[in-house]
């Protein structure tokens, strides 16, 4: 019943930017880095783009998310290339991508449907930017994660040891993204053993 209550709540695209700019400060600490590692003539694949406000770091931008709604609103607001795509079927072609992005997106899947989605990954782009939470033992962020609709918020090490299955990783570290979230950034290239589609 939670899970349903929540769902509802943070499906509206308005709702989950309003909360989100509280929380996390507008992303101001991520964009930074982001802009940081990423050239904005780069191609970028965002999945599981939200409400596309990642979409201004490169002028060669896609964003795919499942929910149709924030797809729609990415495409109002920023005008660039939003769709509707499943991250574990990506339409795309081998290595299409300079850079994909997976920004608070870990923490939302198993280790199974997580694993289809980094191999997927691994085939479309040539490097992998990861943000995700990483958990914080003050009590408001125990509340906060428990609110929040990802059901898998992993430790830095097992988030690296994921990721390792299908990337070779070159820079990790945590940083705080607010007062009241921590997060990883995870920079990984996918290994030479990928199989690529023919």
Do not use: W
């Not at 990423?38 to 979409?55: A, H, M, N, Q, Y």
């Not at 997106?105 to 199974?112: A, D, G, T, V, W």
Request: hydrophobic residues 40%; contains cysteine.
């Amino acid at each position: 019943m939670l899970s349903d209550l929540k769902n509802r709540f943070f499906d509206s695209p308005y709702t989950f930017k309003i909360i989100r700019g509280l929380l996390e400060s507008d992303n101001a600490v991520e964009l930074r880095l982001l802009r940081d590692h990423i050239r904005p003539s780069e191609k970028v694949l965002d999945i599981g783009c939200g409400t596309g406000d990642f979409s201004v770091i490169s002028d060669f931008y896609r964003g795919i998310d499942m929910n149709g709604r924030f797809t729609a609103y990415a495409t109002k607001r920023y005008g660039k290339d939003f769709r509707v795509m499943d991250a574990t079927h990506l339409v795309f072609k081998n290595k299409e991508f300079d850079t994909a992005l997976l920004l608070s997106m870990l923490h939302h899947f198993s280790k199974e449907t997580l694993g289809k989605i980094l191999k997927e990954v691994a085939r479309v782009s040539r490097r992998l930017i990861v943000v995700d939470l990483i958990q914080k033992n003050n009590p408001v962020s125990r509340l906060l994660y428990a609110l929040d609709r990802g059901d898998y918020i992993r430790p830095f090490e097992e988030q690296k040891k994921l990721l390792s299955s299908f990337f070779s990783i070159e820079k990790a570290f945590i940083f705080d993204a607010s007062l009241l979230y921590r997060h990883s950034f995870i920079v990984a290239r996918p290994k030479k053993t990928i199989m690529l589609r023919k």
